[in-house]
């Protein structure tokens, strides 16, 4: 079995400007900064759809059901935007680099995903479509204080200057989970239409 998600992947500039607000959060942070799980800037991606646990012999299938489903989409053109936190600033558990431009189309790329891979056998999500780039995620262990102080430093932060990137492609990935951090592999790559 393998652990598989559909992402956009970024290009360097974007990769770029989420490790400079990763740094800004960081010295912000001071000594809190080892309160929050960190995600490695340089593998960060824009997750449409986590299957997880997926057979191997089913790899074929869901990259054909991606090249359907988004190979005639036009490319959505997104910027970076503001950080934030989820679920609230009082009490954050995941730190994020939110995206701005036309989220219609990406959420429209996003939903041509969820109805591709529906009929394989994976659930619909029933969650809005939050599109966001993870931070860094807070660990379980910080107090209700330590967590509200981290969501406070984060909402005063001024992003830094966006970045603009046009989606060009849906990737098919496997993540192995290891104890220095997730591992990610292209499985498949789905080109949007020029």
Not at 69 to 91: D, I
Request: aromatic letters at 6%; one cysteine or more; proline letters at 8%.
């Amino acid at each position: 079995m393998l652990r598989t998600f559909v992402v956009i992947e970024l290009p360097a500039a974007v990769l770029a400007v989420v490790a400079a607000a990763q740094n800004e959060l960081k010295t912000a942070l001071g000594e809190r900064e080892t309160l929050v799980r960190w995600v490695d800037p340089m593998r960060a991606h824009l997750t449409l759809k986590f299957l997880g646990d997926t057979a191997e012999s089913r790899v074929d299938a869901l990259g054909e059901a991606l090249s359907g489903a988004v190979g005639g989409l036009c490319p959505p053109r997104l910027r970076t935007g503001a950080l934030g936190c989820f679920p609230s600033g009082r009490q954050p558990r995941v730190l994020w680099f939110g995206l701005e431009g036309d989220l219609e189309g990406l959420t429209g790329l996003r939903d041509a995903v969820e109805a591709a891979i529906g009929p394989l056998g994976w659930p619909t999500e029933a969650r809005p479509f939050q599109p966001h780039l993870t931070l860094g995620r807070v660990r379980p262990e910080a107090t209700y204080a330590e967590k509200a102080g981290i969501g406070k430093a984060a909402g005063a932060l001024w992003p830094p200057p966006p970045v603009e990137m046009m989606v060009a492609a849906v990737s098919l990935m496997r993540s192995e989970l290891k104890p220095t951090g997730a591992i990610y592999t292209r499985l498949c790559e789905t080109s949007l239409a020029s």
